[in-house]
């Protein structure tokens, strides 16, 4: 198994530019989660999905967007970068959160390698 | 809503040595997980140690264990034997039973000198 993957590693925007990052898990977990992480903070909720075709708003969501078409994949949108948004940006997955009989730890998040992303 | 503290910003242990990593939560909520993430320079968050707030028994993880009072809302871990690989970011978190919500502190730097 991959776990969870983010595509790309890094990148450089202008500020105004739009771009997508693309987190993808093959544990077929229902829930996923996008997070960013700042110097000297912990990680952050953006957006989250409770399962496909749903998201919802997280601790930050404003400056992204968020799309769940198929289970596996969670996408994050910039639709106009802004300097406030350089950061390095997680992506997590896990099972339903406190699901009976479900397996042991459904409560786990596993997360991807992150993605590094600066706006000029 | 919770809050996760991590009150010592850096750390150092020689190596083979023992190292308590201290944590404290808030929260009204009776039953929740806690977790503790540990983040190398590569920025992979990796799992180390989880506990459920229902069992009294602390959780172990070969070299890690965890400390759990939950009356006094404490968290720390400890890391046994240290190794020059157990260098990194640590992170504690808090989840409700049942919730999405993972509720990071500000991490702990560890530094294990040779």
């Known amino acids: 198994n991959a776990g969870v993957t983010q595509t790309p590693k890094f990148r450089v925007l202008k500020t105004g530019q739009s771009m997508t990052l693309l987190c993808a898990q093959d544990?077929?977990?229902?829930?996923m989660y996008w997070y960013r992480q700042d110097p000297g903070m912990g990680l952050r909720l953006i957006h989250y999905s409770v399962g496909e075709g749903t998201t919802a708003k997280g601790e930050v969501p404003d400056g992204y967007n968020v799309s769940r078409l198929k289970k596996q994949n969670f996408l994050l949108g910039l639709e106009s970068a802004a300097p406030s948004q350089t950061s390095v940006y997680f992506c997590?997955?896990?099972?339903?959160?406190?699901?009976?009989?479900?397996?042991?730890?459904?409560?786990?998040?596993?997360f991807g390698p992150g993605t590094r992303l600066t706006v000029l | 809503a919770q809050t996760v503290t991590q009150s010592q910003p850096e750390m150092s242990v020689q190596e083979a040595e023992t190292v308590t990593l201290s944590c404290t939560y808030d929260?009204?909520?009776?039953?929740?997980?806690l977790f503790w993430y540990k983040q190398p320079p590569s920025r992979q968050m990796i799992l180390v140690i989880r506990q459920e707030a229902y069992k009294q028994q602390n959780a172990t993880e070969n070299r890690f264990s965890v400390n759990f009072q939950k009356a006094a809302k404490s968290f720390s871990l400890k890391i046994s034997d240290s190794q020059l690989g157990d260098a990194a970011m640590y992170f504690c978190a808090f989840s409700g039973a049942g919730s999405y919500q993972l509720t990071f502190g500000k991490g702990t730097k560890l530094s294990v000198i040779p």
């Open positions: 544990m077929n977990h229902e829930y």
């Open positions: 997590a997955s896990s099972y339903e959160p406190g699901l009976a009989g479900g397996p042991g730890g459904t409560d786990t998040q596993y």
């Open positions: 929260t009204s909520e009776s039953d929740y997980y």
